[in-house]
């Protein structure tokens, strides 16, 4: 069994910052992608980023593009999405995820972490 555990989350002001982190546990695999998703009330989920294993390949969401940063950590099993200049339409429940193929596609998910950006 995997585990991912989201962090990070709150409370900002439009045009501030927050930073998430997503640490799995659990089963451990040679190389995986991870990324981030969100879901705001009453809409579906929506890809935000992805960065791969070796962290040469990443890929971002047109509306997070210039914004946000997805980087692996130390170790390799977290994730880190930097959030700068954060809008009212960033709100959403942010979940992390990871993908054992590619970064399209997606085995295990976190419970979410809610990031709230007022106006």
């Known amino acids: 069994q995997v585990q991912l555990v989201e962090s990070g989350g709150g409370l900002v002001q439009a045009g501030g910052s927050l930073r998430l982190s997503c640490a799995t546990s659990g089963r451990t695999f040679s190389s995986y992608g991870m990324g981030w998703f969100r879901q705001a009330p009453g809409k579906e989920r929506k890809f935000v980023a992805a960065?791969?294993?070796?962290?040469?390949?990443?890929r971002y969401a047109d509306s997070v593009k210039g914004r946000f940063t997805i980087s692996r950590g130390d170790p390799k099993n977290t994730v880190d999405l930097q959030m700068n200049s954060l809008k009212p339409e960033d709100t959403a429940v942010y979940f992390c995820?990871?993908?054992?193929?590619?970064?399209?596609?997606?085995?295990?998910w976190g419970q979410g972490t809610q990031v709230t950006v007022s106006s």
């Open positions: 960065i791969s294993w070796s962290s040469n390949s990443t």
């Open positions: 995820a990871l993908g054992l193929s590619n970064l399209y596609e997606w085995n295990y």
